[in-house]
Nanobody, 125 residues
Framework: VQLQASGGGLVQPGGSLRLSCTAPGVTLADYAIGWFRQAPGKEREGISCINTSGGITYYADSVKGRFTISRDNAKNMIFLQMNSLEPDDSAIYYC???????????????????WGQGTQVTVSS
């Protein structure tokens, strides 16, 4: 499964961005999806995930209360709304697929069945 993250960019501290995850030719409704990020010199971090129906979500403490994950299975897209962005949020963001029963475990371990192209998020004044 080749996933593509998009929507990154340069934003000032306190600003917002919405990332999108797509997979042309793949039915994303069949997968739990996680969002991950990796900053230069740091390990990849799992920050959020959502199950196939959208009824179960998980957030890492580092983003809880600021980020919201959602999915639109009809549009075959997963979103990550990021508010109150901080410089420490600067990283390349990736989406990855996971199993419904293992998604939280995989997200905490920054583990996905497959990785695709990431999108750069830079938070700076």
């Amino acid at each position: 499964v080749q996933l593509q993250a998009s929507g990154g960019g340069l934003v000032q501290p306190g600003g917002s961005l919405r990332l999108s995850c797509t997979a042309p030719g793949v039915t994303l409704a069949d997968y739990a999806i996680g969002w991950f990020r990796q900053a230069p010199g740091k390990e990849r971090e799992g920050i959020s995930c959502i199950n196939t129906s959208g009824g179960i979500t998980y957030y890492a403490d580092s983003v809880k209360g600021r980020f919201t994950i959602s999915r639109d299975n009809a549009k075959n897209m997963i979103f990550l709304q990021m508010n109150s962005l901080e410089p420490d949020d600067s990283a390349i963001y990736y989406c990855g697929n996971a199993g419904d029963r293992t998604m939280i475990y995989q997200t905490k371990r920054a583990d996905s069945y497959s990785w695709g192209q990431g999108t750069q998020v830079t938070v700076s004044s």
